[in-house]
């Protein structure tokens, strides 16, 4: 009557035979300046340009030629020739300063010739049009960064590798680059299957129900950096299935996950598509929700196989997919929010596999308790109601009420203060 | 020689003056489904149907009469007559189930009318084409999902104000919305100014430095889910910054913020201009790096100026401008995360500021060890250098040499592991 699981494997098991079968995404795209934000470099960033450009002034006040200025003081001033003004972003053209010469720079100013100090605006009295007099000797260098000091040309800044966020755009823009070569992100294809699934914004007809899966993971995939499409909803078909799955391939995907039809029963026909296009290498976990989970290589491909209940595909998601997603896109292995909590009332667990308990959280004032939703993996009100999981071990039947147990936190879990009318 | 600052206020008091005169962002947008997530649901979502929509299988088996089933047993089979057959999806047409009679069922599938319960698979016997022989007796109900049972149609799912991410959009898919009423983007225009400052990408023409700021400050608003455009560099002139300004407040803008001539220097413009168009409420903080701050209301739009440097853009952005845009998305105030380091070299301080002290992290066998960055809130190296800041106190001049200190970490601080070849 049913069909057959491969040997019940454990979550770690699985994960090796996933890690193992999943090569790095190669190649790289270019995309304009404010596009990288979020993508991971590709290759060492040498810098292009010499930082500052020019010799810069540090202040608003004077270039001067520092020997002009040794032995002036509060009390005996010296005077110098103003011969000039340059401002941020002027060119200095020829402008030179020669002995007992000044010129007027402000701060970000590129420093004229022969000068090589900048006596700060606060330390000089202008007298007329053209004449200064200085109340402070200022040292050689003073108040000017030089060119290149900051960064100098060709030096190695960022490397491969590097996330890129709004500090790194900074960085990028400072050295003029409005073009940047990033990591490809992985092509991934999202498949539902089921002949009872519909697409949301469409008519339900008798007997259908709508699919929740395919933008749940194709939201979840795009949250994780990958290029998702949600491909759509094919019915059971082995040749239907076999088809799409060609394609995908065909047309270039990364991985391609599937949701639905992963079980042994008469109706699931992905574990046999998947044989007889290539090799199946896992089918079954001893993961609850999920145990149907099945993963193998079409023609290289990496395909996974999740269950079609909601809750037990996002389980097993975030189990099989997301770690192997965060290796892909350089956005490394995430931390999962973890809170202590208090079990609320005794729990049950299947014994032989590893639970994935969905809970719902609630404060007390001897702090956070954690209560079983029930309803099940198939139930839409599961996914509305868990804030986290408990994880319960395979050998483990009953989890009392009183224990203290550690809740991985879903993601955007709860409800965010309510919006102003 | 020099303008003026208003009275120097601490950063509490102007984050006090920023958001009172913040308003929240009123209106929503309907995007479709996959374009919701990251987003803020607008209203309550009340159920637009019942889920499941109809009384559905949640085994494979077979729909029956659940007296019909009484008394049978593993020794003491009843036969029943197996009608017909409805797998998930299918209609079940004018299928009903008779005294004695059975209906093949696939888990999903609607039951058909007068059964009231699921026999599994396991405790029957398919005798020919139509008789069955069940060894087990079923309770009404049994293995059966009652429409309505999982969601009620109306029921209130999830409130206003919620943050959709993968999970929302499974929920949305389920109840087969797929157009989305969420909250409305604060649309933030970035401005760079500075007669100096040329586009990444152009020429760098004698005495021009690329502008960091505008790109930096747009991808640190889309990061915080603002709907952010960078219209530009403009000029040190009264004239075309007060004219873009104008341009922006009637393009209907949220928010405008302005890097570079913030200061109180003769260059500085963008006080007055504020001054002149609405109200200038803050000019000058005390912190360090970002004491010209400046913030106001022309026409009732918001406008922060942040200083020209970029590492003082960036903190006081990351100060001022980032818990606001956290309010108005209702991304909530962002933790930021913190390590504990030990001092690794005295840092010296300004008295009568808080600084924010940019410093860069080392693991040592004692512990995360803190350096200042030196180089300033002009070089671009601080920016690369950095990894995060040391808040010290106003009345705190020196930070010794083997002081424990909080760090705030930068966010994406840090290589990635380097991406495989």
Redesign the interface.
Known sequence: ?SGRFLRLITIDEARRIIDANIQ?IGGFEIVP??EA??R?L?EDLHAP?D????NRA?M?GYAVRSPDTFGATEEKGIRLKVIGE???????EDLEVGRGEAVEV?????IPERADSVLM?EFADRVGEDELIVYRHVAPGENI?MRGD??RRGEN???????????????????????IKV?RRPRVCVIST?????????E?????????????????L??LGADAS?IGVIR?SYDELRGTLESAISEGFDIVIISGGTSA???DILYRVVEDLGELLIHGVRIKPGKPFLFGLCRDVPIFGLP?Y?VSA?ITFETFVEPVLQRLT???PGEKKRVKATVGARIHSAKGRQELMPVRLEDSSEGVIAYQVH?GS????T??DLDGYIRIGEEVEIVEEGEEVEVEL???RG??????P
């Open positions: 009557m790095a300046l404010i934000d979020g991971i590709f340009v930082l500052p450009p020019f540090l608003d340059i401002r941020a972003g002027d060119a200095i402000a701060t970000g100013a590129r605006v960064q900051d960064i800044l960022l490397r491969r590798g590097t996330g890129i966020h709004a500090r790194e755009i900074g960085i990028l823009a400072a050295l003029g680059m409005d073009q990591l089921g002949n009872e699934l519909e697409y949301p914004g469409r339900l007809r008798e007997g259908k129900i709508f699919d929740a899966n395919g933008y749940m993971i194709t939201a979840a795009l949250e949600f059971d029963g008469r109706g079609g909601p996002m350089g956005t490394g309803g198939g139930a839409i009100r996914l509305l879903r993601v955007g409800n965010l203060p309510p919006v102003p």
